[in-house]
């Protein structure tokens, strides 16, 4: 980000040169070396659990999509009913090395670790050396990224590309044109891994759109140069919709940019003020929303994400403290606030599912990376009244972090009827069986251990 000139009135980023700047490519390899040897060593504990193999209805939908791509149908017959980067990518590594699930699960350790070299350059960039180092030793053994990179599904890969954009958007600085388009079709890749992540195009179109006004040195044409910097980024977006788009309408017939769970899913018609708050306060709790494959439930399993790995309520005080001490910077900070903060506005507008952080969680550490970083420096400068300012947002975020509301989700909505052994369910070895169907398909082998085969 730029360097803000002295007596301007705006901070500068770097207060202090630091030791650590002389540092920056070794702690980079450092960081992702470490991150690779935590998520290796949890990889070998999960391999060795009952949970290897035993993958729940929405994972063995991804396996066997993976599989039906592997197998040479790359275009299907409907809209996609969900983003389809995760599936192709499976149909490829299953194509190239069979449908063991180990291929895929260390390349998203490999991912998992770019992301935490990626949130150390974020914050680095942002804030300062140290606060890049604190935020990438967060990343690198935070608990839900281990969890994110050992599970077959898109999580680790959302979060990696949307840690991407921020990180060429920052690079960009609002105006190198070819890293803006690059953000652009990252943020598109991103909406193919996670619907709803394409709402984010709007915050960061505003950003791009103001930004000229509140840090550029131009005099004049800051309207112009707002709309061409929105327009290529918007043009790198549409490098990936276009081809989705006219695929669902060769197959279908329908105009359809978006999958159509996006369409389906999207709007809720509760937007009462009770509900909003409830769902603000289940992004923000220390717990993992219910879910059928876990976070907390994996944990009861894994040691690793007991001892070692630190769960999101350790690093929601450090989170908001960061926010709170970078207020003075605002206009540096405004791309970060935005895009944070128009994904909390688009999880407000859909029904609650879980690992609703993921995507959004490498923000969540840079600010709790900055937290540490810029609570130690106003303690040390004696800025007092940051001191507070920083423990009481601490404070307050971890009471609401803490708040145990009855959150309705599709998996908690309303409790299972009693039923009988073979009731209406996909079978647990063969997801791919019809909603509605009673009993195993034919071709269906037993399950793992403790789970049913119909």
Sequence with gaps: MRRTQEGSGTPILYEAPSPLALYHRPIMWGLLV??????????????????????????????DWGARIAEGNLEGSEPFDRGPLYAYLLGILFRLFGQELLIPRLLQILIGSVTCVLIYRIA??????????????IAAMFGPFLFYDGMIGP???????????????LEADGSQRGLLATAGLCLGLAWLARDT???????????????????????????????????????????VMAPVAARNIHVSGEVLLLTRAYWEGLYTPDLSLDRLSRQLLAFWSH?????????????????MLQLLAPAFGWIAPLTAAGLALSIPRW??????????????????????QGQIRAPAAPLLVVFAGYGIVGFARSVSTRRFAWVLVALIAAGASWLASHQDLPIQTPL?????????????????CCASAPRGTTGPPPACAPGPPGHSPC
Excluded at 35 to 44: E, F, I, P, S
Excluded at 46 to 62: A, C, F, T, V
Excluded at 412 to 417: H, L
Aim: charged share 15%.
């Design 34 to 63: 470490a991150a690779l040897l935590v998520r290796a060593a949890y990889l070998k504990q999960l391999h060795d659990s009952p949970l290897w193999d035993s993958l729940p209805e929405d994972q063995l939908r991804y396996r």
């Design 124 to 137: 680095r960039h942002a804030f300062s050396p140290g606060a890049g180092l604190a935020a990438g030793v």
């Design 155 to 169: 999580e680790g890969l959302a979060a990696f590309l949307l840690a991407a954009v921020i990180f060429q958007l």
């Design 197 to 239: 992540l394409i709402l984010l195009a709007a915050p960061v179109v505003l950003w791009l759109l103001l930004d000229p006004w509140l840090r550029s040195e131009m005099t004049h044409g800051r309207t112009r140069e707002g709309l061409a910097r929105a327009g290529t980024f918007l043009f790198g977006i549409l490098l």
């Design 287 to 303: 717990k993992e929303l219910p879910h059928s494959f876990g976070h907390d439930q994996h944990g009861e399993t894994i040691e």
């Design 331 to 352: 206009r540096d900070m405004l791309a970060l606030w935005l895009i944070g903060g128009g994904y909390v506005a688009s999880i407000l507008l859909v029904v609650l």
């Design 412 to 428: 908690t909505a309303s409790p299972p009827a009693p039923r009988s052994a073979c009731a209406p369910r996909p079978c647990s």
